[in-house]
């Protein structure tokens, strides 16, 4: 009896284990939309992409869906304006769009004038996130679409602002690990500031190695009516938007 007591306990750690190991089979990132100012909520034309985002790539029936005939299992955000841009896409899915909860207070609050205090409220919301994302087991084996700060998606500098934590994505997501594998295929350590029209597309092979086997870097590009929508190089400066942050 006690030997068969110690093998069920044996089984349910491998379980337990298994479970805290798997991550998603893909996680797609990209960066909120087009903003009022560095305060202030999406401006129209962010307004229009996250419409534009539902429509083409990320909503239920979008004309190039993202998810390869699946679909997603949840929308992370980590700001009001990154949930904005989430926001029409998980409605088509009836999902609601996840944040993180443990840090209190929010990125959210009234911190803009001490960018550090708003950095170091990022970065735990960020670990937290990425944490949740790599091991809830409910987003084993699926699709889960983190729209972030583009800071804390991949900034060279941020990171190394704090060697001994990893406090972006693209560190919390081990992108950094598969960059230095494939270095011809260039995957950038800073999200271009000038750029909030990409995806990248973020691929697990084996569900128990939190290791990406695969990186896609997509330029997103809207069909009518959304065309007037940017959709600029890597690194090339949005036209002036009347309304929006240049």
């Given at each position: 009896?006690?030997?068969?007591?110690?093998?069920?306990?044996?089984?349910?750690?491998?379980?337990?284990?298994?479970?805290?190991?798997?991550?998603?089979?893909?996680?797609?990132?990209?960066?909120?939309?087009?903003?009022?100012?560095?305060?202030?909520?999406?401006?129209?034309?962010?307004?229009?992409?996250?419409?534009?985002?539902?429509?083409?790539?990320?909503?239920?029936?979008?004309?190039?869906?993202?998810?390869?005939g699946d679909q997603p299992?949840?929308?992370?955000?980590?700001?009001?304006?990154?949930?904005?841009?989430?926001?029409?896409?998980?409605?088509?899915?009836?999902?609601?769009?996840?944040?993180?909860?443990?840090?209190?207070?929010?990125?959210?609050?009234?911190?803009?004038?001490?960018?550090?205090?708003?950095?170091?409220?990022?970065?735990?919301?960020?670990?937290?996130?990425?944490?949740?994302?790599?091991?809830?087991?409910?987003?084993?084996?699926?699709?889960?679409?983190?729209?972030?700060?583009?800071?804390?998606?991949?900034?060279?500098?941020?990171?190394?602002?704090?060697p001994n934590e990893r406090?972006?994505?693209?560190?919390?997501?081990?992108?950094?690990?598969?960059?230095?594998?494939?270095?011809?295929?260039?995957?950038?350590?800073?999200?271009?500031?000038?750029?909030?029209?990409?995806?990248?597309?973020?691929?697990?092979?084996?569900?128990?190695?939190?290791?990406?086997?695969?990186?896609?870097?997509?330029?997103?590009?809207?069909?009518?009516?959304?065309?007037?929508?940017?959709?600029?190089?890597?690194?090339?400066?949005?036209?002036?938007?009347?309304?929006?942050?240049?």
């Amino acid at each position: 009896m006690r030997a068969i007591t110690v093998l069920i306990l044996l089984i349910g750690l491998l379980l337990g284990l298994a479970a805290a190991s798997a991550q998603p089979r893909r996680i797609i990132i990209l960066r909120h939309g087009e903003k009022t100012s560095h305060k202030g909520p999406l401006c129209a034309t962010g307004v229009l992409r996250a419409s534009a985002l539902a429509e083409a790539y990320l909503g239920k029936g979008a004309q190039n869906s993202l998810f390869g005939g699946d679909q997603p299992v949840a929308f992370y955000a980590v700001t009001s304006h990154t949930e904005a841009t989430s926001r029409p896409s998980a409605n088509s899915w009836c999902l609601k769009v996840l944040r993180p909860k443990k840090n209190k207070p929010s990125a959210d609050k009234e911190l803009e004038d001490d960018a550090a205090e708003k950095d170091e409220l990022l970065n735990r919301e960020t670990q937290e996130a990425a944490k949740d994302v790599l091991a809830n087991p409910s987003f084993a084996g699926k699709i889960v679409v983190m729209t972030w700060e583009h800071k804390h998606i991949a900034n060279e500098k941020l990171e190394k602002s704090y060697p001994n934590e990893r406090v972006t994505l693209r560190q919390l997501l081990k992108l950094d690990e598969y960059a230095e594998a494939h270095p011809d295929e260039k995957i950038p350590e800073t999200w271009s500031g000038d750029n909030y029209d990409f995806f990248w597309i973020v691929d697990y092979a084996d569900p128990k190695i939190p290791k990406p086997s695969k990186i896609t870097i997509v330029r997103q590009n809207f069909p009518t009516p959304y065309e007037s929508v940017p959709s600029n190089d890597w690194n090339t400066p949005e036209p002036p938007l009347e309304g929006c942050k240049q």
